[in-house]
């Protein structure tokens, strides 16, 4: 079984300040992950992905994730946030025999002024 | 080129009616998902087609739900005697096959009453 954890809920960061989302996997087999974004009342974007390649993926928008096997996982960070990083973040998994995502709960990101 | 369509985009039903909910995957793509999205349960898996395969109904909650895939295509989810529990927003995705990245639509936000 495989399954996916976001530290927090909810996350508040000031504009210009260091943008920290977590996610930690199970999985039992090697994992593909995955960030996506959603914005209010859209569908969900693909921030990035891991599969079995680099394992610092960059993304678009300056968004980067390092998968960390030892520590099992995949944290998104970005240098420096800006007003339009504000939605929701998910995390999700997924792995060979299985290709329907897992997803985490979401956390919702916040940017401040 | 276009993305993945839904619809109707909002949908307003009474209890114990049944719903179709349509899906429009990127063109070429063989691969199906349907995802549902509630704040209870949050991104949950329901389906997937792949090509002319079996598709995974393993997430489907009860036997009221169901979809088909015609001619490879289009999908419709259907919810037979919806309960208010059923309220969500349903998401589909589509993949240009079972590796590849999956692209989301904007949704069916479902309310029954």
């Known amino acids: 079984a495989q399954s996916v954890t976001q530290l927090g809920s909810h996350v508040s960061v000031s504009e210009g300040a260091l943008v920290l989302l977590r996610c930690n996997y199970s999985?039992?087999?090697?994992?593909?992950l995955f960030w996506y974004v959603q914005y209010p009342n859209q569908g969900l974007q693909l921030l990035l992905k891991?599969?079995?390649?680099?394992?610092l993926v960059k993304g678009i928008n300056g968004f980067e994730a390092e998968f960390k096997k030892s520590e099992t996982s995949f944290h998104l960070t970005k240098p420096s946030a800006h007003m339009s990083d504000a939605a929701e973040y998910f995390c999700a998994v997924s792995y060979t025999g299985r290709r329907a995502l897992t997803f985490g709960s979401g956390t919702r990101l916040q940017v401040q002024p | 080129g276009a993305g993945v369509s839904q619809s109707p985009s909002n949908k307003v039903t009474e209890k114990g009616k049944d719903v179709e909910l349509r899906c429009d995957p990127i063109?070429?793509?063989?691969?199906l998902y349907w995802y549902r999205q509630s704040l209870g349960q949050g991104l949950e898996f329901l389906i997937y087609?792949?090509?002319?395969?079996?598709?995974?109904k393993s997430g489907l909650p009860s036997d009221r739900f169901s979809a088909e895939r015609t001619g490879g295509s289009v999908s419709t989810l259907t919810i037979q005697r919806t309960q208010q529990e059923d309220s969500a927003v349903y998401l589909c995705?589509?993949?240009?096959?079972?590796?590849?990245?999956?692209?989301f639509g904007p949704g069916t936000r479902l309310l029954v009453l």
């Open positions: 087609f792949q090509g002319n395969s079996a598709p995974d």
């Open positions: 063109s070429g793509h063989t691969a």
């Open positions: 995705a589509s993949s240009f096959d079972a590796q590849e990245t999956q692209y």
């Open positions: 999985s039992s087999v090697p994992p593909y």
């Open positions: 891991y599969t079995s390649a680099a394992t």
